[in-house]
């Protein structure tokens, strides 16, 4: 018996002795995490409600600014007709009746939906008016006449206050004094409207005594559902409609708009968003499954502690995976990938269907892991493993080769519109744009494929084939495919030599550079110009700039380009003082560590005023990059050189870029001024780029104008300054000066053909 007590008392012993170890590990474990847990929950609590505060606040604001934006642009859409020299033609010198129905009544209530028009006298009578598409009888004008007058006799000078009433425009104005426009909001006909008066003019140098008091073009625009819906969609606000006096319901915000006097003009009311609710929503699954976790903690514990030999055993059955595949996104490597090829080669051989290699190589990833680091591009990386392994078939293998490079072994070969689909669906699934740590990344992928069929080689040939399809399709100007044929050997030597010719025409300065007109909205004045690359080889004739400019982002040689350009547009700028010279910069130029000392060197070295010269950016410059690029465009700033965003629409593009970077100015690319009259969607952009950009206090240049419609658009729509073939093509040097010395002998065309 005591020989069986011992060994049953030792085993006692040891099992509380397990016992005690467990508590000592399990119960500090416990503690921190519920502490944790506790701590975890009031600081959301909290966030929450300060959040919601914050969300309140912020709409309001958005919403003010909102409709000071709208009133803003129906002043302008007036002061578009009213400045015109037809207006002071006919209705400033001598009134013509159809001259102001056509171009001022139908205009403005047919192209911007302007509810009345009025046109008063320099006596302040009224000679013109259509109400609703119909000139207004007298009983309506009783009533709405008080109103119209007070905007009046503000206009004229005689009542400074306005009361009753919102000013919206922001010309400095002294009271007391006549003022050429303005913009109110205020109550009309028991409906919050806006009103926008501006004097027909500008003067024309005749004088007060013989002109007389100028008369006057008002238009009001109400504040209605149709209004209040566009102002909802476009800042998100949920059921936003006008109220009465009654309170809104419960979770409702109310919003009172009151003049001057404190009158109430309308009051407005939406649900706002509650973010804070919505963080406590989403929190409290993560931590219940938190509790519930933390009660399994001890017992998954116990478990791992136990099976801590067998896990060790398991972890040598993965080393040998490990050997044969990636560490980092678990496909195989480039060891398994090669035997697999040599196998699918053999098989083929042996009368197999044929196959395809896919060789995929990832644009712009090492931008990434400069940028944001090799930790997001890890993830990256494992984010593309994901999106293969759900594009392709389950047959395909997939592989990681090393970096940025993954292939494909694919059946899907023979049929080159079968192997071509294939690989837009990985470009499509690879380009989608990726969410990673806060960051918004976008990348593209190049695709190389080669076939694999009985007449093939070794591996080594096959995966050189699908090499140079590759570097084809990079060349072509990358996120495409491009399938093997014998005519890419030719094709790459050429290119080759085209890359030394390139060379060869930068060192020995046999490049040249035009220029293109930027005017003034008018179209009248040349306020700047845009430097454009051309070569002519001498063998070749005209090389596009798509394709050496490509050859020379390839190659590397756009630094030396952009530097060449650069220092060539400052020193034919320094014949031009009165406007601005504008070079494109590339993402790889703007990237070097040492660009602002390159353009501060080049500044010197031509005695070029900074203030003048004004370098054009892509959001390509940008992307991944944005700490470094502020860092860039403040010393740039600091020179006094301007920053203009060019292609604004085109991209992914972000108003982070625009709140955080200091641009001067915006571009419209120029594929929506060819839209606009065809497409009412790429007017609404533009417009709403321009007040985008007006209310950041940018420039707005608009791009590829061609008709006297797209520029008198452009122009009510509240542009600065237009470029495109209507006002002159990219010129020499010689041409350029010649203009700026005789502006008269230009005028404005249509669309040239090209």
Same mark, same amino acid.
């Not at 009368?351 to 190589?361: H, L, R, T």
């Not at 047959?395 to 080159?416: M, N, Y």
């Not at 490049?511 to 051309?534: F, I």
């Given at each position: ?497 085209? $890359? @030394?010719? !390139? +060379? ?6 046999? /490049?040249? #550079? ?7 909205? &008018? ?107 502020? $860092? @860039?465009? !403040? +010393? ?6 301007? /920053?203009? #965003? ?7 593009? &972000? ?100």
């Amino acid at each position: 018996m005591p020989a069986v007590a011992r060994p049953r008392a030792s085993d006692v012993r040891q099992y509380t002795s397990w016992d005690r170890a467990r508590l000592s590990v399990v119960v500090p474990i416990g503690v921190i995490v519920a502490v944790a847990i506790v701590c975890n929950v009031v600081a959301v609590l909290s966030s929450a409600q300060r959040a919601d505060v914050v969300a309140v606040d912020h709409e309001k604001q958005l919403f003010s600014r909102a409709l000071t934006n709208y009133g803003e642009r129906v002043l302008r859409e007036v002061e578009s007709v009213a400045s015109s020299d037809g207006a002071i033609q006919n209705i400033r010198r001598s009134f013509d009746a159809d001259w102001a129905k056509q171009r001022v009544g139908t205009w403005l209530e047919t192209y911007f939906d302007h509810d009345y028009i009025f046109i008063f006298d320099r006596n302040d009578d009224l000679i013109y008016s259509i109400v609703g598409h119909r000139p207004a009888d007298m009983k309506w004008l009783a009533n709405a006449r008080p109103g119209l007058i007070s905007v009046i006799d503000y206009l004229r000078g005689r009542d400074p206050n306005l009361r009753g009433a919102i000013r919206l425009d922001k010309t400095a104005m002294a009271d007391g004094t006549a003022h050429q426009q303005t913009a109110v909001i205020r109550r009309l006909m028991d409906r919050p409207a806006v009103v926008a008066a501006v004097v027909v003019g500008p003067g024309d140098g005749t004088p007060e005594s013989l002109d007389g008091v100028p008369p006057v073009i008002m238009s009001v625009k109400f504040i209605d559902d149709s209004t209040l819906s566009s102002i909802a969609a476009q800042l998100r606000l949920t059921n936003l409609r006008k109220i009465e006096q009654d309170p809104p319901p419960n979770g409702d915000l109310a919003y009172d708009l009151t003049g001057s006097d404190g009158s109430t003009i309308a009051r407005f009311a939406w649900t706002p968003r509650q973010p804070g609710a919505e963080i406590v929503h989403n929190v409290v699954p993560f931590i219940a499954v938190a509790f519930i976790g933390f009660a399994l903690l001890a017992a998954f514990v116990l478990r791992y502690m136990r099976r801590t030999a067998a896990t060790i055993a398991a972890g040598e059955s993965r080393l040998r995976h490990l050997a044969m595949h990636d560490p980092l996104c678990g496909l195989p490597n480039r060891i398994f990938f090669g035997e697999r090829l040599e196998e699918v080669i053999e098989e083929v051989r042996n009368g197999s269907a044929p196959a395809a290699v896919f060789y995929i190589d990832l644009d712009h990833f090492k931008d990434v892991n400069d940028t944001l680091g090799h930790h997001v591009g890890d993830e990256l990386i494992r984010n593309v493993t994901l999106r293969l392994s759900h594009t392709l078939r389950g047959g395909d293998l997939v592989a990681r080769l090393g970096g940025d490079e993954f292939a494909v072994i694919s059946s899907v070969a023979g049929d080159s519109e079968q192997m071509m689909w294939l690989a837009q669906r990985v470009i499509a699934a690879i380009c989608a744009p990726y969410a990673i740590n806060a960051q918004n990344i976008i990348i593209g992928a190049s695709i190389g494929i080669a076939m694999i069929d009985d007449k093939c080689e070794t591996a080594a040939d096959i995966m050189r084939y699908a090499d140079m399809a590759l570097y084809r399709a990079k060349n072509e100007g990358r996120n495409r495919a491009c399938i093997y044929d014998a005519a890419m050997d030719a094709d790459l030597s050429s290119r080759k030599l085209l $890359e @030394a010719d !390139l +060379r060869a025409a930068i060192e020995n300065d046999q /490049l040249q #550079l035009l220029y293109q007109p930027v005017v003034n909205k &008018s179209g009248e004045t040349v306020v700047g110009v845009e430097a454009l690359c051309r070569w002519t080889h001498p063998t070749r004739g005209e090389i596009p700039p798509s394709e050496f400019i490509a050859i020379a982002e390839h190659s590397g040689l756009i630094i030396n380009l952009g530097n060449w350009v650069l220092r060539r547009a400052c020193t034919d700028g320094k014949a031009w003082p009165e406007v601005t010279v504008a070079v494109n910069v590339s993402s790889l130029q703007f990237r070097r560590i040492d660009f602002v000392e390159v353009v501060q060197r080049i500044l010197k070295e031509t005695r070029f005023d900074p203030v003048h010269l004004e370098l054009e950016l892509t959001e390509s410059v940008l992307l991944g990059n944005v700490d470094t690029a502020e $860092e @860039a465009m !403040l +010393r740039l700033k600091a020179l006094g050189v301007r /920053l203009a #965003l060019d292609d604004f629409g085109t991209g992914y593009s &972000s108003l982070l870029y625009l709140r955080r970077f200091p641009f001067d100015k915006l571009k419209i690319d120029r594929s929506f001024v060819r839209s606009i009259e065809k497409a009412a969607d790429a007017a609404a952009i533009v417009h709403a780029i321009v007040s985008l950009g007006r209310g950041l206090g940018m420039k707005v240049t608009a791009e590829g104008v061609e008709t006297a419609d797209q520029q008198l658009f452009l122009r009510a729509a509240g542009v600065h300054s237009l470029q495109g073939f209507r006002f002159g093509r990219p010129v020499t040097v010689a041409e350029i000066t010649a203009r700026l010395r005789s502006p008269g002998n230009f005028r404005p065309v249509e669309a040239l053909a090209s």
